[in-house]
Protein backbone atom coordinates (compact mmCIF):
# COMPACT_ATOMS: atom_id res chain seq x y z
CA UNK A 1 0.00 0.00 0.00
CA UNK A 2 1.44 3.58 -0.56
CA UNK A 3 2.70 6.19 1.80
CA UNK A 4 0.42 7.95 3.49
CA UNK A 5 1.22 12.12 2.96
CA UNK A 6 -0.10 15.02 4.59
CA UNK A 7 0.21 18.32 3.31
CA UNK A 8 0.33 21.29 5.87
CA UNK A 9 1.13 24.95 3.31
CA UNK A 10 -1.08 28.16 3.83
CA UNK A 11 -0.48 28.50 0.20
CA UNK A 12 -3.16 26.50 -1.68
CA UNK A 13 -0.82 27.26 -5.29
CA UNK A 14 1.82 25.50 -3.53
CA UNK A 15 -0.17 22.66 -2.13
CA UNK A 16 -1.30 22.26 -5.36
CA UNK A 17 1.88 21.87 -6.53
CA UNK A 18 3.16 20.30 -3.65
CA UNK A 19 -0.12 17.03 -4.75
CA UNK A 20 1.38 17.26 -8.42
CA UNK A 21 4.72 16.39 -7.41
CA UNK A 22 3.11 13.40 -5.31
CA UNK A 23 0.82 12.33 -7.41
CA UNK A 24 3.87 11.54 -10.06
CA UNK A 25 4.76 8.67 -7.56
CA UNK A 26 2.27 6.00 -7.34
CA UNK A 27 4.05 4.52 -4.17
CA UNK A 28 2.72 8.09 -2.48
CA UNK A 29 -0.54 9.20 -1.86
CA UNK A 30 -1.80 12.10 -0.22
CA UNK A 31 -5.01 12.20 2.05
CA UNK A 32 -5.22 15.27 3.36
CA UNK A 33 -4.37 19.10 3.10
CA UNK A 34 -4.27 21.63 5.73
CA UNK A 35 -3.57 25.37 5.69
CA UNK A 36 -2.63 26.22 9.62
CA UNK A 37 -0.78 25.10 12.03
CA UNK A 38 -3.99 23.98 14.19
CA UNK A 39 -5.58 22.50 11.52
CA UNK A 40 -2.27 20.24 10.94
CA UNK A 41 -2.17 19.13 14.79
CA UNK A 42 -5.77 17.81 13.96
CA UNK A 43 -5.48 16.32 10.91
CA UNK A 44 -2.38 14.85 11.85
CA UNK A 45 -4.16 13.01 14.49
CA UNK A 46 -7.15 12.28 12.74
CA UNK A 47 -5.94 10.94 9.77
CA UNK A 48 -2.67 9.03 11.10
CA UNK A 49 -0.39 10.19 7.97
CA UNK A 50 2.42 8.04 7.44
CA UNK A 51 4.22 11.56 7.16
CA UNK A 52 3.89 15.57 6.89
CA UNK A 53 5.37 17.72 5.05
CA UNK A 54 5.21 21.38 6.91
CA UNK A 55 5.39 25.10 5.97
CA UNK A 56 7.33 27.19 8.52
CA UNK A 57 5.17 30.39 8.30
CA UNK A 58 1.37 30.34 8.64
CA UNK A 59 -1.38 31.47 10.76
CA UNK A 60 -3.53 31.15 13.47
CA UNK A 61 -0.37 28.31 14.47
CA UNK A 62 2.71 28.22 12.75
CA UNK A 63 4.74 25.66 11.64
CA UNK A 64 7.48 24.96 14.54
CA UNK A 65 4.66 25.28 17.70
CA UNK A 66 2.35 22.33 15.10
CA UNK A 67 5.69 20.51 14.92
CA UNK A 68 5.77 21.00 18.98
CA UNK A 69 2.62 19.21 19.19
CA UNK A 70 2.67 16.83 16.82
CA UNK A 71 5.25 15.44 17.91
CA UNK A 72 4.02 15.31 21.84
CA UNK A 73 0.64 13.66 20.19
CA UNK A 74 1.30 11.46 17.50
CA UNK A 75 4.62 10.95 16.66
CA UNK A 76 4.37 10.89 12.73
CA UNK A 77 7.62 11.94 11.22
CA UNK A 78 8.00 15.28 9.51
CA UNK A 79 9.40 16.99 6.96
CA UNK A 80 10.02 20.78 6.83
CA UNK A 81 10.08 23.12 3.68
CA UNK A 82 12.08 25.56 4.27
CA UNK A 83 13.11 28.72 2.74
CA UNK A 84 16.23 29.33 1.42
CA UNK A 85 17.54 32.33 3.65
CA UNK A 86 18.99 32.68 6.57
CA UNK A 87 15.57 33.45 8.31
CA UNK A 88 14.35 30.39 6.45
CA UNK A 89 17.52 28.82 7.92
CA UNK A 90 16.65 29.79 11.71
CA UNK A 91 12.89 29.02 11.63
CA UNK A 92 14.07 25.00 10.15
CA UNK A 93 16.70 24.64 12.82
CA UNK A 94 13.62 25.51 15.59
CA UNK A 95 11.59 23.06 13.67
CA UNK A 96 14.23 20.27 13.91
CA UNK A 97 14.75 21.04 17.45
CA UNK A 98 11.13 20.56 18.25
CA UNK A 99 10.74 17.31 17.06
CA UNK A 100 11.14 17.89 12.88
CA UNK A 101 13.14 14.87 11.23
CA UNK A 102 14.45 16.23 8.38
CA UNK A 103 13.74 19.66 5.81
CA UNK A 104 13.99 20.18 1.89
CA UNK A 105 14.58 23.24 0.43
CA UNK A 106 11.81 25.44 -1.73
CA UNK A 107 12.42 28.45 -3.39
CA UNK A 108 9.93 31.17 -2.31
CA UNK A 109 10.35 32.96 -5.47
CA UNK A 110 9.59 30.35 -7.57
CA UNK A 111 7.90 27.09 -5.79
CA UNK A 112 6.97 25.39 -8.97
CA UNK A 113 10.21 25.59 -10.84
CA UNK A 114 11.93 24.81 -7.14
CA UNK A 115 9.42 21.21 -7.17
CA UNK A 116 9.69 20.61 -11.06
CA UNK A 117 13.57 20.49 -10.70
CA UNK A 118 13.77 18.54 -7.75
CA UNK A 119 10.50 16.78 -7.64
CA UNK A 120 11.98 13.62 -7.54
CA UNK A 121 14.45 13.92 -5.23
CA UNK A 122 11.49 15.35 -2.99
CA UNK A 123 9.44 11.77 -3.08
CA UNK A 124 12.69 9.95 -2.55
CA UNK A 125 12.98 11.24 0.48
CA UNK A 126 9.27 11.20 1.75
CA UNK A 127 9.59 7.54 1.21
CA UNK A 128 12.42 6.89 2.99
CA UNK A 129 11.70 9.03 5.95
CA UNK A 130 8.24 7.12 5.90
CA UNK A 131 9.85 3.54 6.03
CA UNK A 132 12.30 4.08 8.86
CA UNK A 133 9.19 5.73 10.58
CA UNK A 134 7.61 2.46 10.02
CA UNK A 135 10.37 0.44 11.35
CA UNK A 136 10.99 2.12 14.46
CA UNK A 137 7.35 1.66 15.03
CA UNK A 138 7.46 -2.17 13.77
CA UNK A 139 5.10 -1.76 11.02
CA UNK A 140 5.61 -3.65 7.89
CA UNK A 141 6.86 -1.59 5.31
CA UNK A 142 5.06 -0.63 1.92
CA UNK A 143 6.13 -2.59 -0.66
CA UNK A 144 5.93 -0.12 -2.77
CA UNK A 145 9.06 1.38 -0.56
CA UNK A 146 10.75 -1.96 0.68
CA UNK A 147 13.38 -2.07 -2.12
CA UNK A 148 14.79 1.15 -0.86
CA UNK A 149 15.74 -0.43 2.29
CA UNK A 150 19.46 -1.26 2.66
CA UNK A 151 20.29 -4.44 4.54
CA UNK A 152 21.80 -4.08 8.59
CA UNK A 153 24.91 -5.31 8.48
CA UNK A 154 25.96 -8.43 10.62
CA UNK A 155 28.19 -8.59 13.72
CA UNK A 156 30.86 -7.63 11.22
CA UNK A 157 31.55 -7.12 7.09
CA UNK A 158 32.80 -9.88 5.03
CA UNK A 159 36.21 -10.53 5.18
CA UNK A 160 35.99 -10.30 9.12
CA UNK A 161 38.98 -7.18 8.93
CA UNK A 162 36.36 -4.16 9.24
CA UNK A 163 33.25 -3.62 10.53
CA UNK A 164 32.90 -4.93 13.87
CA UNK A 165 30.92 -3.77 16.43
CA UNK A 166 33.49 -2.41 19.13
CA UNK A 167 35.48 0.75 18.15
CA UNK A 168 39.23 0.37 18.88
CA UNK A 169 41.12 3.31 20.73
CA UNK A 170 44.13 4.83 21.59
CA UNK A 171 45.06 5.11 17.62
CA UNK A 172 45.38 9.32 16.97
CA UNK A 173 47.90 11.37 17.88
CA UNK A 174 47.88 14.50 19.02
CA UNK A 175 48.60 15.97 15.24
CA UNK A 176 45.92 13.76 14.28
CA UNK A 177 42.62 14.84 12.53
CA UNK A 178 38.58 13.56 12.69
CA UNK A 179 36.38 14.81 9.94
CA UNK A 180 32.76 13.81 10.06
CA UNK A 181 30.14 13.20 6.94
CA UNK A 182 26.44 13.39 7.12
CA UNK A 183 23.37 14.19 5.12
CA UNK A 184 19.86 13.37 6.20
CA UNK A 185 19.50 13.34 9.67
CA UNK A 186 23.07 15.04 10.19
CA UNK A 187 21.53 18.37 11.47
CA UNK A 188 20.47 16.28 14.81
CA UNK A 189 23.17 13.47 14.74
CA UNK A 190 26.43 16.01 14.21
CA UNK A 191 25.89 17.44 17.69
CA UNK A 192 24.55 14.18 19.19
CA UNK A 193 28.24 13.19 18.51
CA UNK A 194 30.10 16.92 19.37
CA UNK A 195 28.21 16.47 22.69
CA UNK A 196 30.31 13.70 24.04
CA UNK A 197 33.17 14.92 23.66
CA UNK A 198 35.54 16.24 26.20
CA UNK A 199 35.53 20.20 26.44
CA UNK A 200 39.97 19.89 25.95
CA UNK A 201 39.30 17.86 22.99
CA UNK A 202 42.71 18.69 21.69
CA UNK A 203 42.08 17.70 17.80
CA UNK A 204 40.53 19.95 14.43
CA UNK A 205 37.56 18.29 13.46
CA UNK A 206 36.12 19.10 9.70
CA UNK A 207 32.49 18.53 9.16
CA UNK A 208 30.85 18.23 5.84
CA UNK A 209 27.02 18.45 6.29
CA UNK A 210 24.68 18.38 3.23
CA UNK A 211 22.74 21.44 3.45
CA UNK A 212 22.30 24.75 1.62
CA UNK A 213 24.45 27.70 1.67
CA UNK A 214 22.30 29.56 3.64
CA UNK A 215 22.02 27.06 7.01
CA UNK A 216 25.87 26.44 7.46
CA UNK A 217 26.47 29.43 9.23
CA UNK A 218 23.32 29.32 11.08
CA UNK A 219 24.39 25.72 12.05
CA UNK A 220 27.71 26.28 13.48
CA UNK A 221 26.39 29.43 15.69
CA UNK A 222 23.49 26.95 17.07
CA UNK A 223 26.80 24.25 17.38
CA UNK A 224 28.94 26.54 18.55
CA UNK A 225 26.39 28.14 22.06
CA UNK A 226 25.80 24.60 22.88
CA UNK A 227 28.61 22.02 22.38
CA UNK A 228 31.49 21.82 24.91
CA UNK A 229 34.01 22.73 21.61
CA UNK A 230 34.25 25.63 19.68
CA UNK A 231 32.11 24.76 16.36
CA UNK A 232 32.59 27.90 13.48
CA UNK A 233 31.78 27.91 9.72
CA UNK A 234 34.82 27.40 7.72
CA UNK A 235 36.47 30.05 5.72
CA UNK A 236 38.98 30.13 2.67
CA UNK A 237 42.26 28.66 3.60
CA UNK A 238 40.99 28.86 7.78
CA UNK A 239 44.30 27.05 9.54
CA UNK A 240 42.64 24.18 11.31
CA UNK A 241 42.88 24.93 15.44
CA UNK A 242 43.05 22.17 17.91
CA UNK A 243 39.79 21.95 19.84
CA UNK A 244 37.87 23.60 17.14
CA UNK A 245 35.18 21.69 14.12
CA UNK A 246 34.85 23.40 11.15
CA UNK A 247 31.94 23.24 9.46
CA UNK A 248 31.85 23.30 5.56
CA UNK A 249 29.93 26.07 3.84
CA UNK A 250 27.21 24.58 2.06
CA UNK A 251 27.11 25.04 -2.01
CA UNK A 252 31.30 25.10 -1.65
CA UNK A 253 33.45 22.22 -1.35
CA UNK A 254 35.78 21.73 1.31
CA UNK A 255 39.45 20.43 0.95
CA UNK A 256 42.01 19.75 3.74
CA UNK A 257 45.41 20.86 2.90
CA UNK A 258 49.12 21.22 4.75
CA UNK A 259 51.03 18.65 6.82
CA UNK A 260 50.02 16.67 10.41
CA UNK A 261 49.70 19.58 12.89
CA UNK A 262 49.15 21.87 10.68
CA UNK A 263 46.17 21.35 8.71
CA UNK A 264 44.63 23.77 6.99
CA UNK A 265 40.62 23.96 4.93
CA UNK A 266 40.59 25.31 1.11
CA UNK A 267 37.60 26.40 -0.54
CA UNK A 268 36.15 26.31 -4.10
CA UNK A 269 33.38 26.81 -5.56
CA UNK A 270 31.89 23.35 -7.12
CA UNK A 271 32.41 21.94 -10.49
CA UNK A 272 29.23 20.80 -12.96
CA UNK A 273 29.63 17.46 -11.81
CA UNK A 274 30.35 17.10 -8.49
CA UNK A 275 26.39 16.29 -7.12
CA UNK A 276 27.05 16.79 -3.68
CA UNK A 277 28.09 19.96 -2.16
CA UNK A 278 30.20 20.14 0.48
CA UNK A 279 31.25 16.26 -0.78
CA UNK A 280 31.96 13.93 1.94
CA UNK A 281 34.16 12.22 -0.37
CA UNK A 282 35.96 14.90 -1.46
CA UNK A 283 36.76 15.79 2.13
CA UNK A 284 37.76 12.11 3.25
CA UNK A 285 40.28 11.79 0.15
CA UNK A 286 42.31 15.33 0.71
CA UNK A 287 42.30 14.65 4.42
CA UNK A 288 43.74 11.24 3.79
CA UNK A 289 46.57 12.30 1.44
CA UNK A 290 47.90 14.51 4.50
CA UNK A 291 47.25 13.05 7.39
CA UNK A 292 47.56 9.03 6.35
CA UNK A 293 46.86 6.75 9.33
CA UNK A 294 46.35 9.91 11.55
CA UNK A 295 42.91 10.52 10.14
CA UNK A 296 39.50 9.16 11.58
CA UNK A 297 36.93 9.49 9.49
CA UNK A 298 32.93 9.10 10.45
CA UNK A 299 30.29 8.41 8.13
CA UNK A 300 26.82 9.68 10.05
CA UNK A 301 23.45 9.27 8.30
CA UNK A 302 22.33 10.13 4.98
CA UNK A 303 21.02 9.28 1.40
CA UNK A 304 23.08 8.25 -1.29
CA UNK A 305 26.60 6.99 -0.99
CA UNK A 306 28.64 9.78 -1.01
CA UNK A 307 31.68 9.31 1.41
CA UNK A 308 32.25 5.37 0.15
CA UNK A 309 34.83 6.41 -2.64
CA UNK A 310 36.33 9.41 -0.11
CA UNK A 311 36.34 6.04 2.77
CA UNK A 312 38.33 3.83 0.41
CA UNK A 313 41.07 6.26 -0.15
CA UNK A 314 40.80 6.72 3.57
CA UNK A 315 41.60 3.04 4.01
CA UNK A 316 43.97 3.13 1.21
CA UNK A 317 46.04 5.89 3.26
CA UNK A 318 45.68 3.35 6.73
CA UNK A 319 43.12 5.73 8.09
CA UNK A 320 40.52 5.03 10.06
CA UNK A 321 36.71 4.42 9.02
CA UNK A 322 33.86 4.66 11.33
CA UNK A 323 30.24 4.33 10.30
CA UNK A 324 26.70 5.19 11.94
CA UNK A 325 24.18 1.98 12.65
CA UNK A 326 20.99 1.50 10.97
CA UNK A 327 19.12 1.18 14.23
CA UNK A 328 20.02 5.15 15.04
CA UNK A 329 20.33 6.28 11.10
CA UNK A 330 17.41 8.20 9.85
CA UNK A 331 18.18 7.33 6.64
CA UNK A 332 20.70 4.49 6.26
CA UNK A 333 22.27 5.30 2.76
CA UNK A 334 25.89 6.85 3.37
CA UNK A 335 26.40 4.44 6.24
CA UNK A 336 25.34 1.61 4.59
CA UNK A 337 27.73 2.30 1.35
CA UNK A 338 30.84 2.33 3.55
CA UNK A 339 29.41 -1.21 5.39
CA UNK A 340 29.06 -3.10 2.09
CA UNK A 341 32.25 -1.78 0.56
CA UNK A 342 33.29 -3.62 3.99
CA UNK A 343 35.84 -0.20 4.61
CA UNK A 344 34.08 0.23 8.37
CA UNK A 345 36.55 -0.50 10.34
CA UNK A 346 33.57 0.10 13.24
CA UNK A 347 29.60 0.13 12.77
CA UNK A 348 28.49 2.51 16.10
CA UNK A 349 25.49 3.35 17.47
CA UNK A 350 24.76 7.80 17.07
CA UNK A 351 25.20 7.59 20.83
CA UNK A 352 28.59 5.75 21.41
CA UNK A 353 30.37 8.15 18.31
CA UNK A 354 31.45 10.96 20.58
CA UNK A 355 32.98 8.99 23.77
CA UNK A 356 34.32 6.75 21.21
CA UNK A 357 36.14 9.88 19.35
CA UNK A 358 36.96 11.24 22.35
CA UNK A 359 38.54 7.52 23.22
CA UNK A 360 40.64 7.21 19.63
CA UNK A 361 43.70 9.38 21.33
CA UNK A 362 47.13 7.99 22.30
Not at 293 to 314: F, I, K, N, P, Y
Request: charged fraction near 20%; hydrophobic fraction near 45%.
Amino acid sequence: MPIRVLIVDDSLFFRRALREVFASDDRLEVIGEASNGRQAVLKACELKPDLITMDVEMPIMDGISAVRRITERCRTPILMLSALTKAGAEATLDALDAGAVDFFPKNGDDPEDTLARSGRRLCSRVRMLALRAQRENGAGAPAAARPEAAPRPAGHAPGGARGTQGAPSGFLSRQGLVVIGASTGGPAAVPAVLGKLPANFPLPIVIAQHMPGAFTGPFAQRLNDSMPIRVVEAGEGEVLRPGTAYVIPGGRQGEVAGRPGTYKLNLRDPVADEHYRPSVSLAFSSAARVAGSDLLAVVLTGMGDDGAEGARQVVSARGHVWAQDQASSVIYGMPAAVAKANLAESILPLGQIGTAIGGALR
